[in-house]
Antibody, heavy 116, light 111 residues
Framework: EVQLLQSGGGLVQPGGSLRLSCAAS????????MTWVRQAPGKGLEWVSV????????YYADSVKGRFTISRDNSKNTLFLQMDSLRAEDTAVYYC?????????WGQGTLVTVSS | QSALTQPASMSGSPGQSISISCTGT?????????VSWYQHHPGKAPKLLIY???NRPPGVSDRFSGSKSGNTASLTISGLQAEDEADYYC???????????FGGGTKLTVL
């Protein structure tokens, strides 16, 4: 059974940093691109970032480019999202998801709140 | 990349069929067959319903179907059931930029 178990959310002050993790199981993690998607309160889904299979290529939404960094550790079957220079508008539930052309499996989501 | 346009809300009675539209432009939806659809119940993880415009993953009910005409993709739900009440999102993958964009979402109410 495919599982994506997320951790690392919480409350952070504006300008602060946070790192999200997504531990994968039930499939060969190293063979899949992995994606982050978020949903701000009362808003729709927003694609955030993707990392290719090998980790050689990363892509970001304009809203997070230069502040967020996606990475993966294929030896630990784990995906990360390092979030720096956080803003109030980054407050959202963050989901990790498998694949990129479409997201076939999703994590449970983790809430990130940016507030003073 | 601009968000795709979906109706904010729709409603239907049990047993009816409804179609949710997802409108883009000739350079996105009209140019790529990489539209996917998701069902999202609040507080839960989104669920993939349709990928690559018309394909249904294993385990997804055949009451859900996808199509595309020109710059508009559509998700049709036939035989509406109470449990279909949820938010629905379309998404487009653009291979030229390796990025994705979501529609604004449609809140479906089953009367």
């Amino acid at each position: 059974e495919v599982q994506l178990l997320q951790s690392g959310g919480g409350l952070v002050q504006p300008g602060g940093s946070l790192r999200l993790s997504c531990a994968a199981s039930g499939f060969t993690f190293s063979l899949y691109a992995m994606t982050w998607v978020r949903q701000a309160p009362g808003k729709g889904l927003e694609w955030v970032s993707v990392m290719t299979v090998s980790g050689s290529r990363t892509y970001y939404a304009d809203s997070v480019k230069g502040r967020f960094t996606i990475s993966r550790d294929n030896s630990k079957n784990t995906l990360f999202l390092q979030m720096d220079s956080l803003r109030a508008e980054d407050t959202a539930v963050y989901y990790c998801a498998r694949d990129h052309r479409y997201s076939s499996f999703w994590g449970q989501g983790t809430l990130v709140t940016v507030s003073s | 990349q601009s968000a795709l346009t979906q109706p904010a809300s729709m409603s239907g009675s049990p047993g009816q069929s409804i179609s949710i539209s997802c409108t883009g432009t000739s350079t996105d939806v009209g140019d790529y067959n990489y539209v996917s659809w998701y069902q999202h119940h609040p507080g839960k993880a989104p669920k993939l319903l349709i990928y690559d415009v018309t394909n249904r993953p294993p385990g997804v009910s055949d009451r859900f179907s996808g199509s595309k005409s020109g710059n508009t993709a559509s998700l049709t739900i036939s035989g509406l059931q109470a449990e279909d009440e949820a938010d629905y999102y379309c998404s487009l993958y653009t291979s030229s930029t390796y990025t994705r964009v979501f529609g604004g979402g449609t809140k479906l109410t089953v009367l």
